[in-house]
T-cell receptor
Framework: DAGVTQSPTHLIKTRGQQVTLRCSPK?????VSWYQQALGQGPQFIFQ???????QRGNFPDRFSGHQFPNYSSELNVNALLLGDSALYLC?????????????FGPGTRLTVT | AQSVTQPDIHITVSEGASLELRCNYS??????LFWYVQSPGQGLQLLLK??????LVQGIKGFEAEFKRSQSSFNLRKPSVHWSDAAEYFC?????????????FGKGTKLSVIP
């Protein structure tokens, strides 16, 4: 059983560009959350998707948007990249009706903005 | 707003020694508390969680944590550390409100193990 997968592993972009990160949840999971982990920091919640809708959003600007597909996979889009967007982006999947907090994390996508 | 404080940025212990990583939280109601571990280049792995009931929680890899409401703490312990335990450890609290599944993480404690 594959766990949470994310692609790509690493990405280098230039300021002002746009980026799309992808996440496939663990088999059987229907909810996907995205977190940003800056260097030396703990992960910060960006948003969560369930039934193809954004259920909750953290303190991130509208430049950060997402999407969830019928197969529960998800994308994170970031527009107008800033140097400060350089971070590890983590995807976590869970079962909404299941035990809270059983969020399974993927290995992350390392985004570098130059 | 909920918050998590991990007072120790970096801890070094000898292999075989005991370990305690500190975590203090701020939350208005009964919290859900978690400890995650992150190895270099890896995602987060859940070590253990506390929702309610017994305040001493057992997790994977021989870890345990104790919830102390009076001290707003949820410290992680291991009686004998192995070299493979070297990693970064994150304490987290959630949810942030009704219908919320957001986890709030501390800044982490990096554990180094001396052979």
């Amino acid at each position: 059983d594959a766990g949470v997968t994310q692609s790509p592993t690493h990405l280098i972009k230039t300021r002002g560009q746009q980026v799309t990160l992808r996440c496939s949840p663990k088999s059987g999971h229907d909810t996907v959350s995205w977190y940003q982990q800056a260097l030396g920091q703990g992960p910060q919640f960006i948003f969560q998707y369930y039934e193809e809708e954004e259920r909750q959003r953290g303190n991130f600007p509208d430049r950060f948007s997402g999407h969830q597909f019928p197969n529960y996979s998800s994308e994170l889009n970031v527009n107008a990249l800033l140097l400060g967007d350089s971070a590890l982006y983590l995807c976590a999947s869970s079962l909404l009706q299941g035990s809270f907090g059983e969020q399974y994390f993927g290995p992350g996508t390392r985004l570098t903005v130059t | 707003a909920q918050s998590v404080t991990q007072p120790d940025i970096h801890i070094t212990v000898s292999e075989g020694a005991s370990l305690e990583l500190r975590c203090n939280y701020s939350y208005g109601a009964t919290p859900y508390l978690f400890w995650y571990v992150q190895s270099p280049g890896q995602g987060l792995q859940l070590l253990l969680k506390y929702f309610s009931g017994d305040t001493l929680v057992q997790g994977i890899k021989g870890f345990e944590a104790e919830f102390k409401r009076s001290q707003s703490s949820f410290n992680l312990r291991k009686p004998s550390v192995h070299w493979s335990d070297a990693a970064e450890y994150f304490c987290a609290v959630g949810p942030s409100g009704a219908g919320s599944y957001q986890l709030t993480f501390g800044k982490g404690t990096k554990l180094s193990v001396i052979p």
